[in-house]
Each structure stands twice: as structure tokens, then as C-alpha cells.
Nanobody
Framework: QVQLVESGGGLVQPGGSLRLSCAASGSIGSIYAMGWYRQAPGKQRELVASLTSGGRQNYADSVKGRFTISRDNAKNTVYLQMNSLKPEDTALYYC???????????????WGQGTQVTVSS
């Protein structure tokens, strides 16, 4: 199995910045993609950003130019640098990893518990 531990959420004023981290651990064979989703109250979970092992990035239109995703493959960790935060960025942010456990042939999606980001003055 793969365990994900997220950190870095909190309360920030509009225009501020936060950096989320998500470390994957367990019997990891390989990781294909790592990313972040978010879910605001009353809304569906949506993709914020993702990054494949080959370096392909994907961002939601609403965060392009403000958020940056990166990963440290040696540490199996993905980061989300969030700048120029807006109140509409307020949500529970979930880490997502597409990984293959050691000895397995297939990849599965794993989710973190979520970290709250609140943007408010």
C-alpha cells in the first residue's frame, strides 16, 4: 500500500502564499503521476495541478500563472506553491498519487486525507 501525508495548509490573507507538501511512503514500486485536487463546500472535487514522471504538467485554468507544482522523485514528494491566493481558492486540498506498489503490475490512485486552505481577510 501507499500512504500519503499532506502538510502546509492554513489560513492566509488574499494575495498571500502557501506551499503544500505531500510525501508518499510504503511499498512503492514506481510513481507515474502526482497531483493536487480540491473540493470546496457544495462543489465537486476538481483537479488543481498534476505532474507526471515525464515532466508533463497540467493546471486548472483558474490557477494558471499563480500555482506551481513540482516534485522530488528521490523523496516521493510533491509540492504545490500557491501564490496570489484568492478567497475562491478556499477548499480542502487533496494529494493524489498514481503509483504501482512493489511486485504489482498495475497502477492505482491513492488519496491523502486532505489539508484545509482558507483564504480570508
Amino acid at each position: 500500500q501507499v500512504q500519503l501525508v499532506e502538510s502546509g495548509g492554513g489560513l492566509v490573507q488574499p494575495g498571500g502564499s502557501l506551499r503544500l507538501s505531500c510525501a508518499a511512503s510504503g511499498s512503492i514500486g514506481s510513481i507515474y503521476a502526482m497531483g493536487w485536487y480540491r473540493q470546496a463546500p457544495g462543489k465537486q472535487r476538481e483537479l488543481v495541478a498534476s505532474l507526471t514522471s515525464g515532466g508533463r504538467q497540467n493546471y486548472a485554468d483558474s490557477v494558471k500563472g499563480r500555482f506551481t507544482i513540482s516534485r522530488d522523485n528521490a523523496k516521493n514528494t510533491v509540492y504545490l506553491q500557491m501564490n496570489s491566493l484568492k478567497p475562491e481558492d478556499t477548499a480542502l486540498y487533496y494529494c493524489n498519487v498514481n503509483a504501482r506498489v512493489s511486485g504489482a503490475w498495475t497502477y492505482n490512485n491513492y488519496w491523502g486525507q486532505g489539508t484545509q486552505v482558507t483564504v480570508s481577510s
